[in-house]
């Protein structure tokens, strides 16, 4: 661990605390918003769905907002699961791993009751098997609760530790984030963090291996990941610093973000954005 701390410390000088998003961003999450059922959705075509909500509010939260028609949308989420089979499932849609995390979430969110959709964890512990999959499901876990979680997370951590030298960035943010989400330390924090930092692009982002340029899932994931690592007092690094950069060139003239630049802006894009901007805050402090 002091090893690993050690690595962490060489990454960490001094930059310009994060910016507050604008007015216009807080303006693009809201016109997502359905009037009738208060749900959000992804772009202003589409229909409302589980992860824009979950997008939506998480946003407007960190952007300091107000979340309006509260009601509707605890209303819209309840609506998605069912009690029978103890599962999330966007309207029309069938259940995954994914959607059942995202239920778990913006639900705990909304203060919905847990005995409400508890099946939902039942399901996740019965079917989250490939990394990706209990990645996203540990994002529910810390949600619910670690302490609180019904069931043993040790074969999780083992898919996600058997990754001792990840080959890419992304790979080397998911891990290492999903670890310190459990409250467990990464065992192969050092490899984690020098795959971070060696994976870097020239546009200042980190984008799927093997992809031109960078993309703000990417960048989320390996900037949470460096957030839950760093310790007490440190600040933004300056390599994080450049994030800001490539974020602003995903930025559109409505107010929103595109997933890569030059594409439209999406609620995906957006809170990829909005999440960054708010831990590279956290990080400067």
């Known amino acids: 661990m002091k090893t690993f701390l050690t690595t962490l410390a060489l990454l960490v000088c001094a930059a310009a605390p994060a910016q507050e998003m604008k007015p216009e961003t807080v303006k693009y999450v809201l016109a997502l918003q359905d009037p009738a059922t208060g749900g959000f959705k992804v772009t202003p075509a589409g229909k409302p769905s589980l992860r824009a909500c979950n997008g939506g509010v998480k946003a407007l939260k960190a952007m300091g907002q107000t979340v309006p028609e ?55 512990k019965d079917n989250a098997n490939t990394f990706e999959e209990v990645r996203i499901a540990a994002a529910a876990v810390e949600a619910w609760g670690v302490a609180d979680c019904p069931f043993s997370l040790d074969g999780w951590l083992k898919t996600a530790t058997d990754i001792a030298a990840p080959a890419d960035a992304r790979t080397a943010g998911s891990v290492l984030a999903m670890c310190l989400r459990l409250g467990k330390p990464c065992p192969n924090g ?96």
């Open 70 to 124: 509260l009601d509707k949308i605890k209303a819209f989420v309840t609506s998605c699961y069912d009690a029978k089979t103890g599962t999330f499932a966007e309207p029309d849609g069938k259940p995954d791993v994914a959607i059942n995390a995202v239920g778990v979430m913006i639900a705990l969110d909304l203060g919905l009751p847990r005995e409400k959709f508890a099946g939902a964890m039942t399901y996740l």
């Open 190 to 285: 050092v490899a984690h963090v020098a795959a971070i930092t060696g994976g870097q692009n020239a546009d200042g982002g980190w984008g799927v291996k093997g992809a031109a340029g960078s993309d703000l899932e990417t960048c989320y994931r390996v900037v949470r990941a460096l957030k839950l690592a760093r310790a007490d007092g440190r600040t933004v690094t300056a390599e994080l610093a450049r994030v800001k950069t490539f974020a602003a060139t995903c930025k559109n003239a409505d107010g929103g973000y595109g997933v890569k630049p030059g594409e439209a802006s999406s609620m995906s894009g957006t809170y990829y954005a909005v999440l960054i901007d708010k831990f590279l805050g956290e990080l400067a402090k």
